[in-house]
């Protein structure tokens, strides 16, 4: 019973029924978008009001406003930091942009109650290209060495 479950549970996120879908931009592509909240109100499902001039944050709406309270604010994750400000972003900068709602926001409890906005910056994404690559090198000198010791 416990191997049918995970099994259920790899199948359902490796179909991306439980994930959220992130957005990969080209490399080479030319941004058409002015500021980080430009490129959000493109996204699917978030409301952005006007405003984000000055270094201030604009009301954005993933998941309504919250009857408790007027927070509506979604939780913000740039490289897996969480911020409060994300005004500092350049759209030339920001490889993909992962939207979170609903039940995969849970992950993030109580913070990400009002949704979650994930980033990844380019410089990141070659970072970890470029420690994978240098990784697997490591693993091939190791490799080499092995098989010359014998």
Known sequence: ???TLIFAAALLLSCGVLGAQEKVRPANEKTQYNTVFDLLRAEPGVQVSPGGDNG?????????????????QPLFVV????????TYLRPEDIYSVEVLKDGTASIYGVQG???VIMFRTK????????AAEARKAEKAAARAARRKKK
Do not use: H
Not at 79 to 86: A, E, L, P, Q, Y
């Open 1 to 3: 019973m416990k191997k």
């Open 56 to 72: 201030q944050m604009p009301r954005i709406i993933i998941r309504g406003v919250g009857t408790n309270s007027d927070q509506t």
């Open 79 to 86: 490289d897996g930091i969480i911020t409060d400000n994300v």
């Open 113 to 115: 109650q009002n949704g």
């Open 123 to 130: 410089q990141v994404v070659e970072a970890e290209k470029a």
